[in-house]
């Protein structure tokens, strides 16, 4: 009988412990979502500076970067992590996939050591390029400075034809921003992690083959709100 015992003892403890890492990184994820859907809510309800609601009606995806670290990196560094929800055919935004942000230094123009990030992907050739193994912001894949106020009538023609728009947010700042030599590619390792299994960025953005996990629930709620188009 105690023999049984240890023997049922250990197999439990060899099924916990290769989970646990896992289990780890999954609530980064969770943490990842969290912080991108306040950091949305602030960029859409700002009192002064804010991004026009007519832009987020027509975005096709939206895709926040918490806390992207300001600094020097080698080729290949990472400065940021963060989530993109794209559209679905029901004009809600859909579950969240994982992205990763790197490249050459990145200077705010406002100073401080870190700043928040909001893109739009505003077209299908945007979205095109956010499914890429990875595609670098700059020439055909420009992250033009978005306009801020409560609506974009101050859109300049570059803007408004632009396929991503960006933002960025630090010492309570919420400015344009235009990103040169940045990459951005799907974290595939944090996608796996999220969902439990393999998925690429175009299974859960495009194909919307899986349904929102309830830790994202609120953000991609939040996201679908604010993004509402009119009827």
Known sequence: MRTRVLMLLMALLVAWLPATPAMAHAEKQVKQVKAAEEVLK???????KRIPQELLER??????FPGVKKGAFVVGGEFGRGVFTCRQKDGTMGAPAFFTMGGPSLGWQFGGQSADLVLLIMNDTGVRKLLQDKFTLGGEAAAVAGPVGRTAQAATDIQLNAQILSWSRSRGLFLGASLEGVVI?????????????PLTARDILVEHSVDTPKSAKSFVKTASEYSRRAS
């Open 59 to 64: 975005a096709e995806c939206i895709g926040v």
């Open 42 to 48: 602030f960029s859409v309800t700002a009192p002064d």
């Open 185 to 197: 590619k799907p974290n595939k390792d944090a996608i796996e992690l999220f969902y439990e299994r």
